[in-house]
């Protein structure tokens, strides 16, 4: 570990122990029915002792900011509006200086996975700005408020609340009281919920523990192995421009699943500017860009970058910051 990420780590750590330490302990409050169902609930299916996770839920603050932020996301913006949030010329740079500080970590985890580096260090650079902005919120706090308190995904945030209680110690570098993340709960420097720390984080430093905020092998090669398990085909194409013919058909698909085969995009005006397999499964995505439409021919792995956020302005940020990223680092490593 370089010794500039060690030294990130100590001041990180600290700023962590001042917040926490400055948390005063309260008596849990009262409960309502749901809160009671729930721990009923995880106790009966768990090992846990449900007045341990009453305590905990009593514990925990309901936060009306944490309710704010998730009736304004970024997503809403259109795409002209969007793409210069993360497509600045500052996360562009600590990108470019990201991957060349730990170039050998991210290039093996790369061979390992089958995901190129650049893309793990895009999704870095656009959740937690290569960790430095991993989040304020308590965890509990916010999935707590989320699922009793957010009924349109109370069902979704409930399941996350039970995955933070089973997850085990191995997995969180912190109790479970003092972690903090997003407003959604998401955790670390890839910004995992609880399943997906459960489901895809990886030991990658051997050292028998998953640490998503200290340790950058477990970090990286989590954020690969989460792309990996959705399906990343290595070496396969993301996102090609198309050019629209005059009467082009007009196509709005369900979602960002690629369920055409390319030729038959083609064969309702839409030409791919680049040359991509006439078989290759894909999709149409139109964004609104500055000078108007914008027509993209998406493909699989498009479609897995966008199981960690199902916006397709998301996925399209972290393609374009990993497409500059990489354009940069190998324009500086010369012929």
Same mark, same amino acid.
């Given at each position: 570990?370089?010794?500039?990420?060690?030294?990130?780590?100590?001041?990180?750590?600290?700023?962590?122990?001042?917040?926490?330490?400055?948390?005063?302990?309260?008596?849990?409050?009262?409960?309502?029915?749901?809160?009671?169902?729930?721990?009923?609930?995880? +106790?009966?299916?768990?090992?846990?002792?449900?007045?341990?996770?009453?305590?905990?839920?009593?514990?925990?603050?309901?936060?009306?900011?944490?309710?704010?932020?998730?009736?304004?996301?970024?997503?809403?913006?259109?795409?002209?509006?969007?793409?210069?949030?993360?497509?600045?010329?500052?996360?562009?740079?600590?990108?470019?200086?990201?991957?060349?500080?730990?170039? +050998? %970590?991210?290039?093996?985890?790369?061979?390992?996975?089958?995901?190129?580096?650049?893309?793990?260090?895009?999704?870095?650079?656009?959740?937690?700005?290569?960790?430095?902005?991993?989040?304020?919120?308590?965890?509990?706090?916010? %999935?707590?408020?989320?699922?009793?308190?957010?009924?349109?995904?109370?069902?979704?945030?409930?399941?996350?609340?039970?995955?933070?209680?089973?997850?085990?110690?191995?997995?969180?570098?912190?109790?479970?009281?003092?972690?903090?993340?997003?407003?959604?709960?998401? *955790?670390?420097?890839?910004?995992?919920?609880?399943?997906?720390?459960?489901?895809?984080?990886?030991?990658?430093?051997?050292?028998?523990?998953?640490?998503?905020?200290?340790?950058?092998?477990?970090?990286?090669?989590?954020?690969?192995?989460?792309?990996?398990?959705?399906?990343?085909?290595?070496?396969?194409?993301?996102?090609?421009?198309?050019?629209?013919?005059?009467?082009?058909?007009?196509?709005?698909?369900?979602?960002?699943?690629?369920?055409?085969?390319?030729?038959?995009?083609?064969?309702?005006?839409?030409?791919?500017?680049?040359?991509?397999?006439?078989? *290759?499964?894909?999709?149409? %995505?139109?964004?609104?860009?500055?000078?108007?439409?914008?027509?993209?021919?998406?493909?699989?792995?498009?479609?897995?970058?966008?199981?960690?956020?199902?916006?397709?302005?998301?996925? *399209?940020?972290?393609?374009?910051?990993?497409?500059?990223?990489?354009?940069?680092?190998?324009?500086?490593?010369?012929?």
């Amino acid at each position: 570990m370089r010794e500039s990420f060690r030294r990130f780590l100590t001041v990180a750590c600290l700023v962590a122990t001042s917040a926490s330490s400055a948390t005063t302990t309260e008596p849990p409050k009262e409960l309502g029915s749901a809160e009671k169902a729930f721990a009923s609930s995880l +106790a009966h299916e768990s090992s846990l002792s449900e007045q341990a996770i009453l305590d905990e839920l009593g514990r925990a603050h309901v936060q009306q900011s944490v309710l704010d932020a998730i009736a304004r996301p970024a997503e809403a913006k259109p795409w002209k509006d969007y793409r210069p949030i993360f497509l600045t010329d500052r996360r562009v740079q600590e990108g470019v200086a990201f991957y060349r500080e730990h170039r +050998a %970590l991210l290039d093996k985890v790369g061979k390992d996975f089958g995901v190129p580096p650049e893309v793990v260090t895009a999704i870095l650079g656009v959740e937690t700005h290569y960790g430095k902005v991993t989040g304020r919120y308590r965890v509990i706090d916010s %999935l707590v408020t989320l699922a009793f308190h957010y009924p349109p995904r109370e069902a979704f945030f409930r399941d996350e609340l039970r995955q933070l209680f089973l997850l085990h110690d191995a997995h969180l570098a912190f109790p479970l009281d003092e972690l903090r993340g997003s407003y959604a709960g998401a *955790m670390g420097w890839g910004q995992f919920m609880p399943s997906s720390i459960a489901k895809y984080a990886r030991d990658y430093d051997g050292d028998g523990k998953i640490d998503l905020w200290n340790s950058l092998p477990d970090i990286a090669a989590s954020v690969a192995n989460y792309f990996k398990e959705f399906g990343w085909e290595t070496g396969g194409p993301v996102t090609g421009r198309a050019q629209p013919a005059e009467g082009a058909r007009e196509i709005h698909p369900a979602n960002l699943e690629p369920v055409y085969p390319l030729e038959q995009l083609v064969a309702w005006g839409y030409a791919p500017i680049e040359r991509f397999d006439p078989a *290759m499964p894909a999709s149409l %995505l139109t964004l609104e860009g500055p000078n108007g439409p914008e027509y993209w021919l998406t493909f699989r792995n498009f479609y897995v970058i966008s199981r960690y956020n199902k916006s397709p302005l998301y996925s *399209m940020a972290v393609w374009q910051l990993a497409q500059e990223i990489a354009r940069q680092v190998d324009r500086e490593a010369g012929p």
